[in-house]
C-alpha cells in the first residue's frame, strides 16, 4: 500500500484528472459566454479574482480574526483578511467591516445572532413584496426561531408602505427592523427607517446586497450613515466572488457582531473567497468602477424603460437599482412558463413572486431581471434596448399562444449569440 499522493496529484490539470467534472465546468464557461445573463444575483468576476480563489490558500485553515488566530500559521491569511477589511471600511466609509460571512444569508443571521434571542419580534418586508429569504420566511430559520412580522408594499403603486411600517412598529415594538430585499426595485428611504427604528427602540437592520455596487460607485444612497448595520454581498453588483459583508460605523457593536459571525453562525474562515473578497473591493475603489455603477443604473432603466414600451408591466414603473421585477399577470402567463421559455431563447433570468402574488413560489407570476452582469461585458443601453426587445417578443409570444413558440426562441437564440458574440468574456477554455 503506498501512502503517497498518486502519480500527478500535484501537477496534472483538471481535464486529465476527471474528465467528467472538466466538461462541465467547461461548458458552463460556453453557456455564461454565449447566452445574456440578467439573473440580478450573478455578475462575471474578473480573471484577477479567479486567481485569487484558485491558489494553496485554499488549504489554510484559520479561526477568528487577524491577530487573534486560534491556528498557527496565519501571517499571509491576516494580510489578506486585513486587505480585505480596509478595502471594505475605505469603499463605503464606514469604521467596521466583517468580510467573513460565507454569503448574505450568513451575514443577516450572524446580526440576528448578535441582537436577538429566539422569541424577539423581527419587522421585515414580506418575500412576496420584494424581501428576502434570511429576513425572517417562515421557511428559513429565522422566521421559525424568531417572531416575524412583516410589512409589505401599497398595492397601486408598489413602493413601501410607511403607513404599515410604522404601525406594525407601533403595534409589535420589534427589537429589529429590516430593510431591503431582494426583489424590490427602488431606493429605499433609510432616514425613515430609522427614525421609525428609534420611536420603537428597534435596531435597524439594511441589507443592500442588491445595491451595494451603487453605493460603492456612488449611484445610490448609502444606508450605513443611517441604520446601526448593514450587510451586503460581495457577487451581485461589487461584481466580486460569492459571499457576505457586515458593515457599520457603530464601533461599540464590534465586539457583538464579530462573535456574530465567529464563533455564533460560522467556523473557519474561506480564505481563497476573502482574498477574492480583497481583489473584487481594491477592483470597485478604482476610479473606473464608478463608470460601472453608472452604466450598470443607466442600463437598468434602459431595459425597464424598453420593456414597458412593449407592454410589459414593470412593478413601480421603473428602477433605482440594478434589477427590475416585471409583473406577467396581465399577460396571463406564470413566471416559471416566461422564464423557461426565456431560457431556451439563450436569455437567462428568475421566476419571482410580485406584490399581492397567488402563485406558489415554484410558479410565481414575475420575473425579475437585474443587469449588472450584461454591463460587465460591455453592454450598454443600445444593447439593452435590443435585449429588452427580444424578451417582450419572447413574452407576448408566449401570450398569444403562438403555436411557433419554438421558432420564436430559436430565432431570439441566434439574436443572442450574435450579440454576445461582440462582448467576449473569458478566453475560450
Ligand atoms: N438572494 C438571492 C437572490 O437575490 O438571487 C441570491 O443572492
Known sequence: MTTAPHEGYFDQGLAAIDPDVHAALIAEEDRQRDGVELIASENIVSRATLEALGTAMVNKTVEGYPGRRYYGGAAHADVIETLAIDRAKAL???????????????????????????????????????GHLSHGSSANLTGKWFNIVHYGVRPDDG??????????AGEHRPKMIICGGSAYPRAIDFARFRAIADEVGAVLLADMAHFAGLVAGGQHPSPIPHAQVSTATTYKNLRGVRGGLILTNQMDLERKLNSGVFPGVQGSVILNAVAAKAVCLGEALRPEFKDYALAVLTNARALAATLMDNGIDVVTGGTDTPLMLVDLRNLGLTGAEASESLERAGLTC????????????????????????????????????AVGVMIADVLNGLAKGKSDMPALEAATARQVTALTANFPIYEKG
Open 92 to 130: 463605503f466609509d464606514c469604521g467596521y467591516a466583517n468580510v467573513q460571512p460565507h454569503s448574505g444569508s450568513q451575514a443577516n443571521l450572524a446580526v440576528f445572532l448578535a441582537f436577538l434571542k429566539p422569541g424577539d419580534t423581527v419587522l421585515s418586508m414580506d418575500l412576496s413584496a420584494g
Open 159 to 168: 413602493l413601501i408602505d410607511f403607513d404599515e411600517v410604522l404601525k406594525q
Open 350 to 385: 428568475n421566476k419571482n413572486g410580485v406584490p399581492g402574488d397567488t402563485q406558489p413560489p415554484t410558479v410565481t407570476s414575475g420575473l425579475r431581471f437585474g443587469v449588472s452582469a450584461g454591463t460587465t461585458r460591455g453592454f450598454r443601453t443600445a444593447e439593452f434596448e
